[in-house]
């Protein structure tokens, strides 16, 4: 699946994954604020990003101990998710993410 981030500096990243977590992928490719400190075990919020809101329908919304930690971040909307909850597959394929500052 193909994602695509934009960072804080509004640059546009597409990576693509078969497997594993979006946080991994991030990581792996040194995406800017996308930390992983926690190892995916959301934890942490070092992962943050905001769904674009068109794609929200393929993420589908954060759930419930996810919201107790994005409640933690400032920045949360209803669009934010943990992207070490997110699993690459051809469900989230074409996705765009703003990484949250
Ligand atoms: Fe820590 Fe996602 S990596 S919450």
């Known amino acids: 699946a193909k994602i ?5 500096d ?8 078969t ?5 991994a ?5 040194n995406i800017k604020g996308i930390d992983g400190d ?8 070092t992962c943050h990003v905001h769904v674009a809101p068109e794609d929200i329908a ?3 919304e954060a759930s419930e101990i ?3 930690m994005l409640e933690l971040d400032d920045n949360t909307d209803e669009y934010s998710r943990l992207c070490c909850q997110l699993e690459i597959s051809d469900a989230i394929d074409g996705i765009v993410l703003k990484v949250a500052k």
């Open 4 to 8: 695509t981030f934009i960072t804080s």
């Open 10 to 17: 509004d640059e546009k990243i597409t990576l693509e994954g």
């Open 19 to 23: 497997s594993g977590s979006v946080m």
């Open 25 to 29: 992928l991030a990581v792996e490719n």
């Open 38 to 45: 926690c190892g995916g075990v959301c934890s942490c919020a």
């Open 58 to 60: 393929k993420t589908g």
């Open 66 to 68: 996810e919201t107790d």
